[in-house]
């Protein structure tokens, strides 16, 4: 006779998952990987999540389900910094177009020649290091540059608070008031530098669908910065000068404040940027993109017409 086997159902539960370790990255930071596919990890290490020096080793912008769920939150925050910081570049940038208009208000006597120069410098210059900035976000990061770029903007608006003002230029000749004067204006060409970096560095947060109004609206509000400069700083340096309003030649004006202006403006933005913006650990150079594009006519062609947005 055979006894039957006692049966029943096998007792099971859940799967006990988690988050893996991968390791440490290339850049000294723990990389965590989500244990299903397209799904962020939870906590403190999800995928996207800053570590507490601000540096992102995991960003997907175009997996539709991360961009939602933690991508756009993040590259708003960088974004609308992003355009703080640039327009203070761009104000500064164009500064000296109102303050050359102003030196003779100050005793300060060049030729109109002179004085086209002292507004073209920044521009040169300002041109001439956009190639660097644009590949410093790789190097640096876009919260270490950003936060770097916009401090030394205090160097031109200081110059030009102290040094321009000062009765010690009065009291040289023409020739070394140029010299002391093109060194301070050059200067300023640093502010249109940053527009460079801070485009690169925007562009790596968004998806590739909304790279374009991202960059749109990060280019928007660092040009504004030109009107805010033409609108603010001449009535800044005639604060408390009632002939400034009456048809005069020549009039007293406080030129130091078209630089002291903005001081507290970079203070706060540098501050912000150090504390709430984030770098990308993938934003890398694609050095053979640039290099590529320079056989494609479109190039060419466009940069024509971007000529003319800046030197027409």
């Known amino acids: 006779m055979t006894v039957p086997t006692k049966t029943g159902p096998t007792k099971t539960g859940p799967t006990k998952t988690g988050p893996t370790k991968t390791g440490p990255s290339k850049t000294g930071r723990t990389d965590w990987t989500a244990t299903s596919a397209g799904a962020p990890a939870s906590g403190s290490s999800a995928a996207g999540a800053p570590s507490r020096d601000h540096w992102i080793d995991e960003w997907d912008p175009d997996n539709e389900a991360f961009w939602e769920s933690t991508g756009k939150g993040i590259a708003k925050k960088n974004l609308v910094l992003s355009m703080i910081t640039d327009h203070l570049g761009f104000s500064i940038w164009l500064v000296w177009t109102i303050v050359v208009l102003n030196l003779v208000n100050i005793g300060i006597k060049l030729s109109v020649s002179d004085l086209f120069v002292l ?19 790789p190097r640096f990061g876009g919260r270490a540059w950003t936060t770097i770029s916009t401090g030394i903007l205090l160097v ?55 790279k374009g109004f991202a960059l749109g609206l990060n280019a928007a509000g660092g040009n504004l910065g030109v009107a805010t400069s033409q609108l603010l700083v001449p009535l800044a340096v005639i604060i408390g000068v009632p002939s400034a309003a009456l048809a005069l030649a020549k009039h007293p004006v406080h030129i130091a404040y078209a630089g002291w202006m903005w001081v507290p403006f970079i203070v706060i933005a540098t501050i912000a940027a150090w504390l709430y913006m984030d770098s990308l650990t993938q934003a890398k150079a694609d050095t053979s993109a640039y290099t590529a594009s320079l056989r494609y006519p479109q190039t060419w062609v466009i940069s024509l017409l971007y000529i003319g947005t800046f030197g027409s």
């Open 119 to 137: 507004t073209l410098v920044p521009n040169l210059i300002g041109s001439m290091l956009r190639v660097p900035y644009t590949f410093a976000i």
């Open 156 to 210: 031109p608006v200081l110059l030009l608070a102290v040094v321009v003002p000062s009765g010690w230029l009065t009291h040289q000749g023409s020739g070394a008031q140029f010299w002391i004067l093109l060194a301070c204006a050059a200067t300023a060409g640093i502010g249109g530098a940053n527009f460079a970096s801070s485009m690169a560095n925007i562009s790596f947060f968004y998806p590739e669908r909304k």
